[in-house]
């Protein structure tokens, strides 16, 4: 699978930075409404131990490192993150940094019809990007640039975003 | 077939496809009324199962348990086999091949597959959500993936890779529209569109405009299977359930590998013809699952039409219309009829069963059809379900 070789492996590199307010032509970050869907109308996965085994992936995402799990076993990068390994089914499983860079390997925009909670980011891009060195792609909201000027083999970076209630997601940003 | 006894669809009706001002318990007495009326020789003690295809009536109607609900509202009592298919978009074929399975097995003699889906709620966006949760909700869902931005990416790869227009993608747009205008059960019955019209409609989801997008459509439909011995009792022209195949092949978008080859369909195809000891030469027309113009264009090139890549000219060739090779979606698709998810499959079947029967309107029937195939995705194409049909004659 093509993609960047330039991913940073480091904490630290990944972060996000301070941003400045966009430009009036670049789209919204992404906003939740203040009023929290009911659960059965909200996407968002619940993130802490009382609720999944991947808390770590949460809290991982926190720090600024999209991570998720490898099998001790048979090596097996698997994405989502498993609490068992798809092709061998031991749950001994090691969480792993993947590779914070990509390139959009294909997108599309939300123009009309977005879900519940969503409907004021329309416009808004999503698209799947090629990362390298893995078995799969990732697919993510990418925020950056107006779905107009994005382009196949465009360059992002994955970071972490918090939701008004304190749980936290991942999105791509174009780069440069 | 090679598996258990012989199975026959003898005969099948549809409601109204449509916004239409009715519930799901409504759409479902309909069906049940419009297959009665159609099969005249069907009696309700006949009937000795029952196979309910609904995508998501806890979302849309806020109903659970449809099976025995739907049986009700049908005037039915199964005593051999109740329960309801789930496949999102494919739940109606889901119903059939588990009819089919069910009496191949000696389970069932006589069995009724039901499609119904209510789709249009006063909320939209609630809608969307709920089509939103058809994909990996959590990692998918959460980032705003529904299916137009899903199948738009399937465009934009097969542009990029073939270059194949948005001319071609109108054209299959056009073709399935014209077809629907000779069916009075199709949402867009009274509604004209030619290439020109698709082309000025708002884009949803670059590259797919409105044109390009089946609806979100309430409908039901419902048709009869029986073992092949009893098959005469119902009709003169049964139709033979020849073969089939499915297949599954990842679920999160991340997994997908190619968006422009569909490996789960050539399996699923490639299962059913074997099934059925013919190839895609021998097919005279088929119902695809144009849930988006793109998808029938990558269809015809994994179900094995046309080579890869070619499947966008193969429409502008006319090709897929009557007079061509393989005439394909004269019930109107899912683009002209709507797609009620769980009701699309049986209506394709209904379609099916009326074309070998030579009773459509001239302007889509087929002259003298002996093979038929029956394709559903569901979700973000990663499952593929396949049927394919022999007529009497």
């Known amino acids: ?176 | 077939m090679s598996f258990g006894r012989g199975v026959a669809l003898v005969g099948g009706a549809t409601t109204k496809f449509g916004v239409r001002a009715a519930t799901w318990a409504e759409l479902a007495q309909e069906a049940g009324g419009a297959l009665f009326r159609a099969v005249p020789a069907l009696t309700r003690a006949d009937v000795d199962s029952l196979f309910v295809g609904a995508a998501e009536p806890e979302r849309f109607a806020f109903q659970s348990h449809v099976a025995p609900f739907a049986a009700e509202q049908m005037g039915l009592a199964p005593r051999r086999v109740i329960q309801r298919t789930e496949l999102a978009c494919a739940s109606g074929q889901s119903a059939i091949r588990s009819a089919y399975a069910a009496i191949a097995s000696g389970l069932s003699d006589v069995a009724v597959a039901v499609g119904v889906e209510k789709m249009n709620i006063p909320s939209m966006a609630e809608a969307n959500t709920s089509m939103g949760c058809v994909m990996d909700r959590a990692w998918d869902g959460a980032h705003g993936a529904t299916a137009p931005p899903f199948f738009a990416m399937v465009a934009q790869r097969h542009q990029l890779e073939y270059g194949t227009s948005d001319d071609a993608l109108a054209a299959v747009s056009e073709k399935n529209h014209r077809f629907a205008n000779s069916n009075p059960n199709a949402q867009f019955f009274d509604k004209t569109f030619d290439r020109a019209k698709l082309g000025r409609l708002p884009v949803v989801a670059p590259p797919l405009r409105l044109g390009d997008c089946s609806s979100m459509t309430d409908g039901a439909a419902a048709v009869v299977l029986v073992a092949d011995e009893l098959a005469t009792k119902y009709t003169k022209t049964p139709v033979r359930v020849a073969g089939t195949g499915q297949y599954a092949d990842f679920h999160n978008l991340a997994n997908a590998g190619s968006l422009t080859d569909w490996v789960g369909l050539r399996h699923a195809a490639g299962e059913a013809f074997r099934s059925a000891g013919i190839g895609p030469k021998d097919l005279d027309f088929a119902e695809m699952h144009d849930c988006f113009t793109i998808s029938e264009i990558v269809e015809y090139e994994a179900i094995g039409l046309c080579p890869p890549g070619a499947g966008g000219q193969y429409v502008l060739d006319g090709r897929s219309s009557l007079g061509g090779d393989v005439v394909v979606n004269t019930r109107g698709g899912l683009l002209g009829c709507g797609h009620p998810l769980g009701a699309t499959g049986i209506a394709q079947a209904v379609e099916v069963f009326d074309q070998f029967e030579g009773r459509v309107p001239a302007a889509r029937q087929v002259p003298d059809p002996h093979w038929a195939l029956v394709h559903n995705l569901s979700g973000s194409a990663n499952v593929h379900s396949v049927m394919i049909y022999e007529g009497a004659s």
């Open chain 1, 1 to 176: 699978m093509a993609g960047s070789s330039e991913a940073p492996r480091r904490r630290a590199a990944v972060l996000a930075p301070p941003e400045p307010a966009p430009p009036k032509s670049e789209p919204e970050p992404v906003k939740k409404p203040a009023a929290p869907l009911p659960f059965l109308l909200d996407f968002f996965p619940l993130e802490d131990e009382k609720n999944t085994r991947l808390a770590a992936f949460f809290r991982n995402l926190k720090e600024g490192r999209l991570t998720t799990t490898k099998c001790r076993s048979d090596g097996t990068l698997a994405w989502p993150p498993r609490v068992v390994c798809p092709q061998c089914h031991q749950a001994d499983l090691d969480w792993v940094d993947l590779p914070m860079v990509g390139r959009i390997y294909a997108f599309s925009a939300v123009l009309m019809g977005a879900p519940l909670g969503m409907e004021s980011e329309v416009p808004f891009v999503v698209g799947l990007v090629d990362i390298p060195d893995v078995p799969f792609r990732l697919f993510g909201r990418i925020v950056g640039t107006p779905w107009e000027q994005c382009h196949v083999g465009q360059k992002v970076r994955a970071e972490p975003y918090e939701l008004p209630d304190g749980r936290v997601f991942y999105r791509f940003r174009t780069v440069g």
